[in-house]
């Protein structure tokens, strides 16, 4: 229950990021840690995990807006 409420925050706050790039109180850009980055990339990893799929989803929306810094999250989590 508890991780499925976390990726619900995850996805909103990426689509509220999004949705006005050119309001003045929206950078354009996705407003998440690291951390958070890998705790995503962590669920998509394992295959049996049931969130795997919207994780996936997740990081690909992600990457459409913050490719630099979803790429740096990866390579600093390999």
Not at 52 to 64: D, H, K, N, S, Y
């Amino acid at each position: 229950m508890e991780k499925e409420q976390v990726i619900k925050l995850i996805r909103t706050i990426v689509e509220l990021s999004t949705i006005r790039p050119d309001s003045p109180e929206s950078s354009g850009s996705v407003q998440l840690s690291e951390a958070v980055v890998r705790s995503v990339i962590a669920v998509a990893e394992h295959a049996e995990d049931p969130f795997r799929l919207v994780c996936i989803q997740t990081l690909t929306e992600i990457r459409a807006f913050y490719l630099t810094f979803i790429l740096n999250t990866f390579l600093a989590f390999q």
